[in-house]
């Protein structure tokens, strides 16, 4: 009798157990390798169907090694493209029809990316400038963007052409030359400018990105950097150093590389996600034999919480080996930015933003209070509370309906150390 329901109670269990199983396992399983039969991709614009799938890195009859890791790869790479706000309406699917068979469809209307105009922006760091820029992004319809621009202003003049998000593969690439004659300042926490100095660099640099997989978003970039700088003449050199100190005549050499991730996402025209960076920076000068040698990151994270509303925030720092960190106040919106200087630094950022007016089809504007805290510490300044740097302050930020890759900022900082605001306006601005 015992022996009877025990072979009884074993059979429903081993029923429960197949029942089960057959219940939850999928109808189409993920470790069948699958292949994408069907691209139904519809443009309309300029945009090249061809720099489409490959930026995506999907063609009809690819075939992977299973369809959890197709999804991961196209989300992956569509949201690279989404990030660069190049379309009006960007939208995919993807659909399995069969046990090793899935089918990708894709909707895009172009925007106008193309911007020739006149530079007219104004910094306190480099006062007013004034200039001429022509920013053609997705550039004819390769999605490859291309900025030529030149432009003076009171404290310096610069030509700069940019090739940026050369597609290879899975690889991107930035190439920028640029011809620069500007000032060189070192400020004091009490305002004024110690040391004033004024050189000619030509820099060409060339940006690898390469993911760690297809399907990462997380990268490894590597940065050459080749400098020619000479030319150099002083206005002010006050400080305890003498002019040789500042002074890199020649040729220099450098070599940027760290780890980067951007999974940053926009829901209209607010952000959800994060973004960090480490990288270690080197240069090194031929003439004098100096170097400059220091780890940077930053982490930047966005939180919608209301579809008027987001709360956002920063932390990062860096710390120099050899040579000392230039413009270390870039982090802190109030500071201009070489008033600091130094060889440690830490900062936090905490800010708000608002949608202030809707669209209505043309423009929204959005206001972001902030308030920034940094610690620079620089061998003439000691650890006294002068390392210290508090500011806060507003940005008023323009987002075109018609134009989603073309952002108008106006920003206004107050240091509080200083008593001295900082002001931006620009194009191109966003923390």
């Not at 009877?4 to 396992?25: C, D, G, N, R, V």
């Not at 500042?246 to 999974?263: L, V």
């Amino acid at each position: 009798m015992f022996n009877l329901f025990y072979k009884k109670i074993t059979l429903e269990i081993l029923l429960i157990l197949i029942l089960s199983m057959a219940f939850s396992t999928p109808l189409y399983s993920d470790e069948v390798e699958v292949t994408i039969t069907r691209i139904g991709l519809e443009i309309e614009g300029s945009t090249r169907p061809a720099a489409v799938l490959k930026e995506l890195g999907i063609e009809e009859g690819k075939v992977f090694n299973n369809f959890e890791t197709l999804e991961d790869i196209l989300a992956s790479r569509a949201n690279d493209l989404e990030q660069r706000r190049l379309f009006k309406v960007f939208e995919w699917s993807l659909e399995q029809t069969g046990p090793d068979t899935a089918e990708i469809d894709i909707t895009i209307v172009d925007s106008f990316t193309i911007y020739p105009r006149p530079m007219f922006k104004y910094s306190s760091n480099t006062g007013f400038l004034i200039g001429l820029k022509l920013e053609y992004f997705n550039a004819f319809g390769t999605l490859t963007d291309q900025i030529i621009e030149g432009y003076w202003s009171q404290n310096e003049i610069k030509g700069r052409i940019e090739i940026n998000e050369i597609i290879i593969g899975f690889l991107h690439l930035n190439l920028t030359f640029e011809q620069f004659y500007g000032a060189t300042r070192y400020g004091s926490p009490s305002g004024d400018v110690p040391v004033h100095y004024e050189s000619m660099e030509t820099i060409v640099t060339g940006l690898l990105d390469i993911p760690f997989s297809s399907s990462s978003l997380w990268s490894y970039q590597v940065e050459p950097i080749l400098k020619g700088l000479y030319n150099y003449g002083f206005f002010t050199n006050t400080s305890s150093k003498p002019n040789s100190f500042f002074e890199n005549e020649g040729f220099a050499g450098g070599f940027n590389h760290g780890i980067y991730s951007d999974q940053v996402g926009w829901i209209r025209n607010f952000r959800r996600g994060f973004k960090f960076s480490f990288m270690n920076n080197n240069l090194w000068y031929e003439s004098t034999g100096r170097s400059e040698i220091f780890l940077e990151s930053d982490l930047y994270g966005y939180l919608p919480l209301t579809s008027w509303f987001e709360i956002s925030g920063r932390v990062g720092g860096f710390y120099a080996f050899e040579g000392i960190r230039r413009d270390a106040g870039d982090r802190l919106r109030g500071v201009i930015d070489f008033m600091t200087y130094g060889q440690f630094g830490i900062y936090m950022t905490a800010q708000t933003d608002f949608r202030v007016i809707p669209s209505f089809g043309f423009v929204e504007v959005h206001l972001r209070p902030f308030a920034d805290i940094g610690y620079v510490k620089a061998d003439g300044w000691g650890h006294g509370p002068e390392s210290w740097e508090y500011c806060v302050g507003s940005t008023l930020i323009f987002y075109f309906d018609a134009l989603p890759s073309l952002i108008l900022n106006l920003e206004y900082g107050w240091d509080f150390k200083r008593s001295m605001p900082e002001v931006i306006i620009d194009t191109k601005l966003l923390l």
